[in-house]
Every structure is written in C-alpha cells, then in structure tokens.
C-alpha cells in the first residue's frame, strides 16, 4: 500500500471559506470583550453560588472546546481534579478513572492493562486524549489505561455518549480529555510508595515490599521575565504481580515495571498590536515497560508452562500554540490555536514454551496529526449571543506488525489517512437558555465522506432560595472508522485449530446517542444529580462465529458487521456537606444493553453499580478517605450463559499532613479481600487480592 498522503482538501477549503465568509458577513455586531469578561464572571459566580463552599467548580475544555465553569457547560462532564487523584494516590490512569462511579473498568484481552467501557460502549469506542491529542491504541484497537502515568495531570474531563461531531471517529462512546498542569512558580517534589499483597506475593515474603513506586518533579521559569518555563517529571512503578500459589507455574497477575518520563517548555512572547496573549508550547515524552506473564498452555494430554515477555516502549512529541488576533483598532478579537503530535508506539514480545523461545512478535504503531482552531469574535444581537468556532483536522495512522518475521497483517505495513472539519455554535438566549450546535465533516480515504452533527440545551433557573438547578439534554451522531487491525490483522492460531481474519470491506459503525440530566442544589449542603441515556448502535463490529469457512481443518472467521444494539441506563448522585469537616458521595448507575442479533444482553457490561464515598478530615492534619464498590454480575458468554459474579470492595485512604511540605499516608485497598477465583474462566471479578501501602511525599516550592 502506497504511504502517500492522500486526503481530499476540496470539501474542507470550501466549507472553511463558506464559514468564514458567512461568519464575517454576519448581521450582527461583535460583542465587547469586556461584555464577555462581565459575562464569565457572572456565570463563573452563579455556578459557584449553586455549590456547597466545600465544592470547587472547575474550568472545563472538553465539553465546548472552550473554556467554560464545569455547572456552565451545556452538556455534562465528570472531572477528576488533581486533588482527587493525589489524596487517593492513584499513580496510573487506569487507578484515577477507578474514582468515577459511572465507567467501568475490564481487562484488555491478552495484555498487561485495563481499557474502559462507558455507556455500555467498549474501550475501542471511546477517544482518549492528553490536552485535545490522542494517544495510541497501543493493541491497534483499545488505549491501555496503565499506560500512562498521572504525575503531571491539572484534572480529567470526562463526556459520555456520541461525542463524533467535536472529536471525530472512535469518539462514538464518549471522550477522556486528561489536561495537565499550567507550569507556575517554581516548585519541586518527590513521592515514594511501597506495597504489599501478604500471601501472593510471589517472592513468598508475607511482608516483602510487592509494589515500589517513586515519582519526581521540578518546573519553574528559565529566564528573570518568566516568560520561558519547563518542567521535567519522571515516574516509576514496579510490581512484581500476584501469585496465589508459588509452588505452581502460573501468576494470577502480571508483572510489570513502567517508567515515564516527560519535558515540558512554555513560551510567552511580548504582546504585539496584532498579537495579544499568545502562548507557545512543546512536550516530548518516553513510557517504557516491561511485563512477564506466566501461564500454562493445554496441548493434547500435556500442560506445557509458558512465559510471555513484552517489552514497550513510546515516544510522544506535540507542539502548540494559541493566541488572541485583533485584526483592526476596534474590539473584535479573534482566538487562534493549533497543535500537532507524532506518536510512535513499538511492542516486542517474545513468548517461551519449557524455557524455549515459540514465537516473537513485533508491533509498531504511529499516529501523525496536526489540527487547528478559530474561535470568532462573539456576535452580540441584543438578548442573544453567539460563540461561533471553526476548526478543523488530518490524522495519519499506521500499523506493521510480524510474527517470527512474518507479518499478521494482509500487507507488510497498513496506513490510514483523515481529513476532518468542525463548525460549532454557541448561542446564549437570555439569562437561563443555551443551545449548543456543532457539525463535524471527515473525509476518510477508505470511507469517503461522512458527517456527523450535535445539538445540547442547557436551562438553568435560580429559585426563591437563591439555589441553582440546571437542565440539560442532547442528541448525537456516532461514528467510527474500522481500525487498521480489525481491516487488515490475521490472528493466526493454527495450531489451536483456529484462525480470526481482518476484513478490509468492513463498514464504519454508526450510533444515534441521547442524553438528559439534571443537577441542582436542593438543600444548603446537598446536591443532587440524575442523567440518563439512550444509545441506538448500527453496524457493530464484531468477529463472526457463526459463518467459519473451513481450509484444512482450520477454522477461519473473520471481522464482519452483523451486529446491532442499543444501550440505555443512567445514575442519580448525591453530594452531601455533613459539616466543616465531611462531604459524602453517593452514586447509583443502571446500565442496559441488548444484542439484538443475538436477543440478548452484551458481554461484561454489569447492570448495576454504586459508588460511596466519605472524605473525613478527623483534624487539621488528618484525612480519612473510605470508598465502598459495588458491581452486579455481567454477562460473559451469550451461549453458554455463563455469568461472572457480581462484588463488593472496600478501600481506605490515611493521609497525615505534618506540614505544608511533608506528608505521610497510609492505605488498605480491597479490605474485604474480594478477588476472583482463578479456576472460574467465567469469573472477572477483582484481580488484585487485599493492599497494605504506606508512601510519603515532599514538596518544595
């Protein structure tokens, strides 16, 4: 397959002269900028006057790409704020979106990691991003949670349901958005952990330290005008895995060791006539790390002890910009940013069967991207005001990857070519009304063109008491794009009798995802927050089992689109100020979902789940954080009916702050010691047995 870049520019030249020509044109004069300052205040005061004085209401990207106060945005998005994440000292990105009561959490098939589900949605269906960039489905179709670490994250942004029309294709389930931290004063610090599992430790020592965890950083600026500023961070984890019984061969748990390590440079050029808080930045990262599996392998009437041994490695460069464009003397500002990334993801595994290499498999994955943003000047009508945006995208995306050198794909290197545009408005009707409408176009070289829209509507109100409630609802299109492995990967496993084809002729698939909510404050110290969803899903991807061809006793399926299915469900959460020193979160989730190819439910998706949470500050020095888990049983396979057992899991967080520099804390992860049995191929319940920890962190600023 040729590697020439070949997106059609015709459609989105056209489309972005048409939007600015009309834009420009427009009827309707641009509102002052200091209109819309009074108005961000007003709006960032009423959001803050809607929650208890113990609850902060961030500023949020995701939902509008812009920034807007978390109450202000006019669809929902869950964040987890950096203070979240450090009291529960969740060191990955698998362990921080464990603090969210509504997505759930699976093992990735065959690999040392976890990939997330949202709205009955799998993993390969939702977008991640670092700062509005991608990252790497590192096994060419899911992001492995444990790969990346979350030494430098500000707060996570969450948005569940079709998210296609701002963020494109593999956004039909919803988009992760992880925004790192602005780099301020200068500041350094050093955290270290050290974990235990009792029994399962493989080294055999009750007591042995299973896990080690050290994390460090430094930023600041470079020059006395503070307008260069870096920072450089670096984390490192190693756990050696579980073992239930060591005098057996096989782990329960992999182990893994994970280094990351990233360089940050800002830049703030002087203010021009023209040019106005402009800002620029690069960011260049390395992640390394190294499993070891452990199992046995049936073949015939033998067992035969097998180890696996990945090594990964990924490099990720991005580069951005973004600044204020006065075009003339009058008020009108014009707010351009653009930002690129290359990201080069290598996998080697080599695989040994009675101490002797069986197989060796190499993976390379690379994401190429370059997009940018134009948001106009606000067009002020008198009531009415609109926040137009204007942006757009290209994205290329390869894949090779050989066993024993000789490539499982159709051809020796696979490669994928986008071009994408997105037109957005904003239109604030009144005090109380806002309608958010966006479009985005995609020009797939396979796939041709494609457009997918999005309208939301917000309503808030402020009644007798002076409490905010806030309404909202929105309907979606979904799209993805076949992934370069389910087109073009051959899974051969001949000697299992079977092999699993990819299909280039697959289709996208296609959803139609609505959304409602409410959040409110029905008392001085409670909140209140109740959603709920609906989404109807085409053309699902799924391997064929029912249609193998069979060429010299080897069964062969292969990818197809047989599948439809809808999702519905929702949650009702509750956030409670006992008093000065409490705050308790209560969550429920529903989630159900319906194969209708085969009448019944989807695979691990559990119906129900509930999340308690209790952040206890005992004094001025010590905080108690316990947090209760419930999840019901799911549905593993449709034939044989065979269900893994709901479960039920208690953690407990100690921080003791001894000043403003130091502290220590403590935790017990899993008291009720819940974790699957390892006999039971049905059972996904927990993998991790009972944690004692204790670490302590230092800062200096």
Same mark, same amino acid.
């Given at each position: 397959?040729?590697?020439? =870049?070949?997106v059609?520019?015709?459609?989105?030249?056209?489309?972005?002269?048409?939007?600015?020509?009309?834009?420009?044109?427009?009827?309707?004069?641009?509102?002052?900028?200091?209109?819309?300052?009074?108005?961000?205040?007003?709006?960032?005061?009423?959001?803050n006057?809607?929650?208890?004085?113990t609850?902060?209401?961030? @500023?949020?990207?995701?939902?509008?790409?812009?920034?807007?106060?978390?109450?202000?945005?006019?669809?929902?998005?869950?964040? !987890?704020?950096?203070?979240?994440?450090?009291?529960?000292?969740?060191?990955?990105?698998?362990?921080?979106?464990?603090?969210?009561?509504?997505v759930?959490?699976?093992? &990735?098939?065959?690999?040392?990691?976890?990939?997330?589900?949202?709205?009955?949605?799998?993993?390969?269906?939702?977008?991640?991003l670092?700062d509005?960039?991608?990252?790497?489905?590192?096994?060419?179709?899911? *992001?492995?949670?444990? +790969?990346?670490?979350?030494?430098?994250?500000?707060?996570?942004?969450?948005?569940?349901?079709?998210?296609?029309?701002?963020?494109?294709?593999?956004?039909?389930g919803? &988009?992760?958005?992880?925004?790192?931290k602005?780099?301020?004063?200068?500041?350094?610090?050093?955290?270290?952990?050290?974990?235990?599992?009792?029994d399962?430790?493989?080294?055999?020592?009750?007591?042995d330290?299973?896990?080690?965890?050290?994390?460090?950083?430094?930023e600041?600026?470079? /020059?006395?005008?503070?307008?260069?500023?870096?920072?450089?961070?670096?984390?490192y984890?190693?756990d050696?895995?579980?073992?239930?019984?060591?005098?057996?061969?096989?782990?329960?748990?992999?182990?893994?060791?994970?280094?990351?390590?990233?360089?940050?440079?800002?830049?703030?050029?002087?203010d021009?006539?023209?040019?106005?808080?402009?800002?620029?930045?690069?960011?260049a990262?390395?992640?390394?790390?190294?499993?070891t599996?452990? =199992?046995?392998?049936?073949?015939?009437?033998?067992?035969?002890?097998?180890?696996?041994?990945?090594?990964?490695?990924?490099?990720?460069?991005?580069?951005?910009?973004?600044? /204020?464009?006065?075009l003339?003397?009058?008020?009108?500002?014009?707010?351009?940013?653009?930002?690129?990334?290359?990201?080069?993801? +290598?996998?080697?595994? /080599?695989?040994?069967?009675?101490?002797?290499?069986?197989?060796?498999?190499?993976?390379?994955?690379?994401?190429?991207?370059? +997009?940018?943003?134009?948001?106009?000047?606000?067009?002020?009508?008198?009531?009415?005001?609109?926040?137009?945006?204007?942006?757009?995208?290209?994205?290329r995306?390869?894949?090779?990857q050989?066993?024993n050198? !000789?490539?499982?794909? !159709?051809?020796?290197?696979?490669?994928?070519? *986008?071009?994408?545009?997105?037109?957005?408005?904003?239109?604030? !009707?009144?005090?109380?009304?806002e309608?958010l409408?966006? @479009?985005?176009?995609?020009?797939?070289q396979? =796939?041709?063109?494609?457009?997918?829209?999005? *309208?939301?509507?917000?309503?808030?109100?402020?009644?007798?008491?002076?409490?905010?409630?806030?309404?909202?609802?929105?309907?979606?299109?979904?799209?993805?794009?076949?992934?370069?492995?389910?087109?073009?990967?051959?899974?051969?496993?001949?000697?299992?009798?079977?092999?699993?084809?990819?299909?280039?002729?697959?289709?996208?698939?296609?959803?139609?995802s609505?959304?409602?909510?409410?959040?409110?404050?029905?008392?001085?110290?409670?909140?209140l927050?109740?959603?709920?969803?609906?989404?109807?899903?085409?053309?699902?991807? $799924?391997?064929?089992?029912?249609?193998?061809?069979?060429?010299?006793?080897?069964?062969?399926?292969?990818?197809?689109?047989?599948?439809?299915?809808?999702?519905?469900?929702?949650?009702?959460?509750?956030?409670? $100020?006992?008093?000065?020193?409490?705050t308790? $979160?209560?969550?429920?989730?529903?989630?159900?979902?319906?194969?209708?190819?085969?009448?019944?439910?989807?695979?691990?998706?559990?119906?129900?789940?509930?999340?308690?949470?209790?952040?206890?500050?005992?004094?001025?020095?010590?905080?108690?954080?316990?947090?209760?888990?419930?999840?019901?049983?799911?549905?593993?396979?449709?034939?044989?009916?065979?269900?893994?057992?709901?479960?039920?899991?208690?953690?407990?967080?100690?921080?003791?702050?001894?000043?403003?520099?130091?502290?220590?804390?403590?935790?017990?992860?899993?008291? =009720?010691?819940?974790?699957?049995?390892?006999?039971?191929?049905?059972?996904y319940?927990?993998i991790?047995?009972?944690?004692?920890?204790i670490?302590?962190?230092?800062?200096?600023?």
């Open positions: 397959m040729s590697n020439t =870049f070949k059609s520019y015709k459609p989105l030249s056209a489309a972005i002269t048409l939007v600015l020509a009309v834009t420009i044109t427009a009827n309707a004069k641009a509102a002052d900028p200091y209109q819309l300052n009074s108005l961000a205040d007003s709006e960032q005061s009423l959001a006057s809607a929650m208890p004085s609850v902060l209401d961030p @500023i949020v990207v995701t939902a509008t790409r812009s920034h807007r106060a978390l109450s202000d945005a006019p669809v929902k998005v869950d964040v !987890i704020s950096s203070k979240q994440i450090e009291d529960n000292h969740a060191h990955t990105l698998k362990e921080a979106l464990e603090l969210l009561p509504n759930y959490l699976k093992q &990735v098939h065959g690999k040392t990691g976890y990939e997330i589900s949202m709205q009955g949605f799998t993993g390969d269906q939702v977008l991640v670092i509005g960039l991608p990252i790497t489905a590192s096994t060419g179709s899911t *992001v492995n949670l444990n +790969q990346y670490m979350t030494m430098d994250i500000e707060q996570i942004e969450v948005v569940q349901g079709a998210a296609s029309a701002q963020f494109g294709s593999a956004a039909m919803g &988009v992760i958005n992880i925004i790192t602005p780099i301020n004063k200068t500041k350094a610090y050093v955290n270290t952990e050290l974990a235990t599992n009792g399962q430790n493989p080294s055999g020592d009750d007591i330290a299973n896990k080690r965890f050290i994390a460090a950083g430094i600041g600026a470079l /020059d006395p005008a503070q307008r260069l500023q870096a920072r450089l961070s670096a984390s984890l190693d050696d895995g579980l073992n239930t019984d060591t005098a057996r061969w096989p782990r329960i748990k992999d182990a893994s060791e994970q280094t990351q390590v990233t360089g940050r440079l800002s830049y703030t050029p002087d021009r006539t023209m040019l106005t808080h402009s800002k620029l930045w690069a960011e990262s390395r992640y390394s790390e190294d499993d599996s452990r =199992f046995n392998l049936r073949v015939a009437q033998n067992i035969l002890p097998q180890q696996r041994e990945e090594s990964i490695n990924k490099d990720r460069i991005s580069i951005g910009g973004s600044t /204020d464009i006065h003339n003397k009058n008020t009108q500002t014009y707010q351009l940013s653009a930002q690129a990334l290359y990201e080069d993801y +290598q996998s080697d595994s /080599d695989t040994l069967s009675n101490e002797v290499l069986a197989s060796s498999r190499n993976t390379n994955i690379t994401t190429a991207l370059g +997009q940018v943003q134009l948001d106009l000047p606000a067009i002020d009508s008198g009531a009415h005001m609109h926040l137009l945006q204007v942006g757009g995208q290209v994205q995306d390869t894949l090779s050989t066993k050198s !000789i490539s499982e794909l !159709i051809s020796d290197e696979v490669s994928r070519d *986008v071009g994408e545009l997105y037109l957005q408005d904003d239109w604030l !009707i009144g005090d109380h009304w309608i409408t966006g @479009i985005r176009y995609q020009d797939d396979d =796939f041709g063109d494609h457009v997918a829209p999005k *309208v939301a509507v917000k309503y808030n109100r402020t009644d007798a008491s002076g409490r905010d409630h806030i309404f909202r609802a929105s309907v979606g299109s979904g799209y993805r794009v076949p992934n370069l492995k389910e087109r073009y990967y051959v899974f051969d496993h001949s000697n299992l009798g079977y092999k699993v084809m990819g299909n280039p002729s697959l289709q996208p698939e296609t959803s139609t609505y959304q409602v909510g409410y959040q409110g404050q029905i008392g001085d110290d409670l909140n927050s109740i959603n709920g969803f609906y989404n109807d899903v085409e053309d699902l991807i $799924q391997t064929d089992n029912e249609n193998a061809i069979i060429e010299n006793g080897i069964s062969i399926f292969q990818y197809t689109n047989i599948d439809s299915a809808y999702t519905y469900g929702g949650d009702i959460g509750i956030d409670w $100020q006992v008093d000065d020193r409490a308790l $979160q209560a969550t429920y989730a529903y989630l159900k979902t319906k194969n209708e190819s085969a009448n019944s439910e989807l695979t691990y998706r559990p119906n129900h789940k509930v999340m308690l949470a209790l952040d206890y500050q005992l004094s001025d020095t010590l905080q108690l954080i316990p947090r209760l888990n419930y999840e019901s049983k799911q549905l593993i396979d449709t034939a044989a009916q065979s269900y893994s057992p709901s479960w039920w899991t208690l953690d407990s967080q100690l921080n003791y702050k001894i000043d403003d520099n130091f502290s220590l804390y403590g935790a017990v992860n899993n008291i =009720f010691d819940t974790q699957r049995d390892v006999r039971d191929t049905s059972d319940r927990p991790d047995n009972r944690e004692w920890l670490g302590a962190r230092f800062n200096w600023q």
